[in-house]
T-cell receptor
């Protein structure tokens, strides 16, 4: 049973471009969580999604950031018009149910030039 | 609200020394989970332990041990006979259902450097 998969592992974008980060949850998991780790900081919760629904987006910046978890396919974290301050590691986690343990992916390191 | 405090931002020890990483947490829930993760220089998160709030038994796994004290809301992590490969950032985390689901809050991490 493969773990949580994230791709790409490293992503470089220029200011103003769009970044798309993908997360494939563990098999049988329908709950996905995104976290951001700014340089020299801990992980901060961004958004919690269940298939086709956003449950809690209280940690998402109000502009330029969006997330989805369609019925088919991976969850996508989308950052429009990236700025240097978006440079961070973005971790995805998944769980079988809302009360179950979260398993973390390897992260995507976004660098904005 | 959930809060996890790791007061030590950086620790340096000489190889073979023992080192304890402190973690203090806050939660209003009576049922919660505590975690420790290791983040080596490569950047991925390595799961070390998960502890249920009802289980206060200390745990030992090889050179690693954890001391859970509910009375002081602490969940400290000790590495015995440290090795250079232990050099990493260590995160303590708390998960409770205050948000209606298992919401995880991380501390800011303790950077451990083991000097040969």
């Amino acid at each position: 049973n493969a773990g949580v998969m994230q791709n790409p592992r490293h992503l470089v974008r220029r200011r103003g471009q769009e970044a798309r980060l993908r997360c494939s949850p563990m098999k049988g998991h329908s709950h996905v969580y995104w976290y951001r780790q700014l340089p020299e900081e801990g992980l901060k919760f961004m958004v919690y999604l269940q298939k086709e629904n956003i449950i809690d987006e209280s940690g998402m910046p109000k502009e330029r950031f969006s997330a989805e978890f369609p019925k088919e396919g991976p969850s996508i974290l989308r950052i429009q018009q990236v700025v240097r301050g978006d440079s961070a590691a973005y971790f995805c986690a998944s769980s079988e149910d809302r009360d179950n343990e979260q398993f973390f992916g390897p992260g995507t390191r976004l660098t904005v030039l | 609200a959930q809060k996890v405090t790791q007061a030590q931002t950086e620790i340096s020890v000489v190889e073979k020394e023992d080192v304890t990483l402190d973690c203090v947490y806050e939660t209003r829930d009576t049922t919660y989970y505590l975690f420790w993760y290791k983040q080596p220089p490569s950047g991925e998160l390595v799961f070390l332990i998960r502890r249920n709030s009802f289980d206060e038994q200390n745990e030992i796994s090889g050179r690693y041990s954890w001391n859970f004290q509910k009375s002081t809301s602490s969940f400290n992590f000790t590495i015995t006979a440290s090795q250079v490969v232990d050099s990493a950032v260590y995160f303590c985390a708390l998960s409770d259902t205050s948000g209606g689901y298992q919401k995880v809050t991380f501390g800011i991490g303790t950077k451990l450097q083991v000097i040969p």
